[in-house]
């Protein structure tokens, strides 16, 4: 069975996926996409992305 996650859980599984990076974490586009910045230690922008809301796990 696979559950839909919450906003909050989306963006916490994000933030985690990045440790011990710093993940800057946000919903966008009427709560449909997840924005993510990571930065290094130097505060530097090392990956930027964006993804469906939506995350799933079975």
């Not at 933030?15 to 993510?36: D, H, M, N, S």
């Amino acid at each position: 069975m696979r559950k839909e996650l919450s906003n909050d859980e989306n963006l916490n599984a994000v933030e985690i996926a990045f440790r011990p990076l710093c993940c800057v974490t946000e919903v966008w586009g009427y709560e449909q996409k997840l924005r993510f910045k990571v930065f290094d230690c130097a505060d530097r922008g090392v990956v930027l992305g964006s993804r469906p809301r939506a995350l799933s796990f079975t």
